[in-house]
């Protein structure tokens, strides 16, 4: 296959659009970190803590749709830029919030400016990179924004024990000031300056009604929900009180394995794009495999009798770190099933799926806890507490692959009536490729 070139400013918009999808990870996390001094310093419960998390990635949620449409009608550009100005307002008030409600509201606007990102971003993808690099720069692009995991477990905890909650979230305001600087001087919504939005604003809403309706652009959504959900739940909130005050961990060694979780996204992620990129009809074969294997994962670590050994905790972490960059899965049937015209209200739409997950599952979390808590009188925060409140992870996410199965069945008989494409069970294809590999290797019945 011949390599297709890249030009230089394309890959200095990848560049801008990697820095601003960083950034936003940076403020989406660093609430896990701070989890333990939020509650010290609002004297919270464990579900009022959790209403920190769930809102912002509520509010995340909630305008996923919008910001799709609002990037089919304006550009990436512009709405990027938006989104960096909001983050760093966001996290100003979150600095100097003296209450949980004013905190709350803070992170609200750090949910709605992380959820200008990065469907923003995708597009800048789509619009600079020839369709067979799109899969893996859409990886590349997860992978290196999440790095931005790392900056709050390590950096963002050493300046919040240093500076305090103050300094070290007017420290992370100014990350998203960088960020912005950064969007303002690189990015270009498309090669020779032309403007990616739409006409107008009904041309948009009617390409996002378009692209709901595609049984691809659903099995997408529910792509994202399953694989996505249960690393974001474990890194933006109960992952750090888990290791630290369940399991009894040193800070250190905590924000140690929440930076393994974002290496092990980093080193699988472009494997995953490759696949996805050479076998398009069995990306679903994918997602299960990866479902299955966070479910054993974390099988291990919540039915292990007394504490969870370090390696089987790293285990667990490589299973979630594995499972973000699974969910880019979901984006790109939603490129492959939608024109590029409505890719931001249909990329918006499968966004929904994976924080739909999360804060659903970061709230039932937080409120189990509490339910444990008053009932035996026990700690809080203590193994036991933890190891029902993080089953209820099997009730979310089964149910959503019972639903990504059900789309998929629908989805590959659309397939098959409109285009003749007939995809069928995984071991049967794979016995026939066995089948010709070795008559290749015998030659046929015909060659000399």
Same mark, same amino acid.
């Given at each position: 296959?011949? +390599?297709?070139a890249?030009?230089?400013?394309?890959?200095?918009?990848?560049?801008?659009a990697?820095?601003?999808?960083?950034?936003a990870?940076l403020?989406?996390?660093?609430?896990?970190?701070?989890g333990?001094?939020a509650?010290?310093?609002?004297?919270a419960?464990?579900a009022a803590?959790s209403?920190l998390g769930?809102?912002q990635?509520?509010?995340?949620?909630?305008l996923?749709?919008?910001?799709?449409v609002l990037?089919?009608?304006f550009?990436p550009?512009?709405?990027?830029?938006? /989104?960096a100005?909001?983050?760093?307002? /966001?996290?100003?008030v979150?600095?100097?919030?003296?209450?949980?409600?004013?905190?709350?509201?803070?992170r609200?606007?750090?949910?709605?400016?992380? +959820?200008?990102?990065?469907?923003?971003?995708?597009r800048l993808?789509?619009a600079w990179?020839p369709?067979?690099?799109v899969?893996?720069m859409?990886q590349?692009?997860?992978?290196l924004?999440?790095l931005g995991?790392v900056?709050?477990?390590?950096?963002?905890?050493l300046?919040? /024990?240093?500076e305090?909650w103050?300094g070290?979230?007017?420290?992370v305001?100014? +990350? #998203?000031?960088?960020?912005?600087?950064?969007?303002v001087?690189?990015?270009?919504?498309?090669p020779?300056?032309?403007?990616?939005?739409?006409?107008d604003?009904?041309?948009?809403?009617g390409?996002?009604?378009a692209s709901?309706?595609r #049984? &691809?652009?659903?099995?997408?959504?529910?792509a994202h929900?399953?694989?996505?959900?249960?690393?974001?739940?474990?890194?933006?909130?109960? &992952?750090y009180?888990?290791?630290?005050s369940?399991?009894?961990l040193?800070r250190?060694?905590?924000?140690?394995?929440l930076?393994?979780?974002?290496?092990a996204?980093?080193?699988?992620?472009?494997?995953?794009?490759?696949?996805t990129?050479?076998?398009?009809?069995?990306r #679903?074969?994918?997602?299960?495999a990866i479902?299955t294997?966070l479910a054993?994962?974390? /099988?291990?670590?919540?039915?292990?009798?007394g504490?969870?050994?370090?390696?089987?905790l790293?285990?667990l972490?490589i299973?979630?770190?594995?499972?973000g960059?699974a969910?880019?899965?979901?984006f790109?049937?939603?490129?492959?099933?939608?024109?590029?015209?409505?890719?931001?209200? +249909?990329?918006?739409?499968?966004n929904?799926?994976g924080f739909?997950?999360?804060?659903?599952?970061?709230?039932?979390? &937080?409120?189990?806890?509490d339910?444990?808590?008053?009932?035996t009188?026990?700690?809080?925060?203590s193994?036991?507490?933890?190891?029902?409140?993080?089953a209820v992870q099997?009730?979310?996410?089964?149910? &959503?692959?019972?639903?990504?199965a059900?789309a998929?069945?629908r989805?590959?008989?659309?397939?098959?009536?409109?285009?003749?494409?007939v995809?069928?069970?995984?071991w049967?294809?794979?016995?026939a490729?066995?089948?010709?590999r070795?008559? #290749?290797?015998?030659g046929?019945?015909d060659?000399p």
């Amino acid at each position: 296959m011949t +390599a297709v070139a890249v030009s230089p400013r394309a890959r200095l918009v990848f560049a801008g659009a990697v820095v601003a999808y960083l950034c936003a990870v940076l403020q989406r996390s660093t609430l896990g970190v701070a989890g333990v001094a939020a509650a010290d310093r609002f004297d919270a419960s464990a579900a009022a803590l959790s209403t920190l998390g769930v809102v912002q990635l509520l509010v995340y949620a909630l305008l996923q749709v919008p910001v799709g449409v609002l990037v089919d009608r304006f550009g990436p550009r512009a709405v990027m830029i938006t /989104g960096a100005a909001l983050m760093m307002a /966001g996290q100003v008030v979150v600095a100097f919030a003296p209450v949980l409600p004013v905190a709350v509201a803070g992170r609200m606007l750090v949910g709605a400016g992380d +959820a200008t990102t990065f469907v923003a971003a995708l597009r800048l993808v789509n619009a600079w990179f020839p369709p067979a690099r799109v899969p893996v720069m859409s990886q590349w692009l997860g992978n290196l924004g999440q790095l931005g995991q790392v900056l709050s477990a390590i950096p963002f905890a050493l300046l919040l /024990g240093l500076e305090g909650w103050t300094g070290a979230f007017l420290g992370v305001a100014g +990350a #998203s000031g960088v960020a912005l600087a950064v969007a303002v001087a690189t990015l270009s919504d498309a090669p020779g300056g032309a403007r990616a939005g739409s006409a107008d604003l009904r041309t948009a809403l009617g390409g996002l009604k378009a692209s709901v309706a595609r #049984s &691809g652009t659903r099995l997408g959504f529910w792509a994202h929900f399953v694989t996505q959900s249960s690393g974001v739940m474990f890194a933006l909130l109960w &992952g750090y009180p888990f290791l630290v005050s369940a399991v009894g961990l040193p800070r250190p060694a905590a924000s140690a394995l929440l930076t393994v979780q974002v290496l092990a996204g980093f080193a699988v992620g472009p494997l995953l794009g490759s696949l996805t990129a050479r076998f398009p009809l069995r990306r #679903s074969n994918l997602v299960i495999a990866i479902v299955t294997l966070l479910a054993v994962a974390w /099988g291990l670590v919540l039915l292990w009798p007394g504490t969870p050994p370090v390696p089987l905790l790293v285990l667990l972490v490589i299973a979630l770190g594995i499972g973000g960059p699974a969910s880019q899965i979901g984006f790109d049937y939603a490129r492959t099933f939608n024109p590029s015209a409505g890719l931001g209200g +249909a990329s918006g739409f499968v966004n929904v799926g994976g924080f739909t997950a999360s804060f659903t599952m970061m709230f039932l979390v &937080g409120l189990l806890l509490d339910l444990q808590h008053a009932a035996t009188g026990a700690p809080l925060y203590s193994l036991g507490a933890f190891r029902v409140a993080l089953a209820v992870q099997y009730v979310v996410v089964g149910g &959503g692959l019972l639903a990504f199965a059900l789309a998929r069945r629908r989805t590959r008989r659309e397939m098959r009536q409109r285009d003749g494409v007939v995809v069928g069970p995984l071991w049967l294809a794979m016995n026939a490729r066995v089948r010709d590999r070795r008559h #290749s290797r015998r030659g046929g019945p015909d060659t000399p």
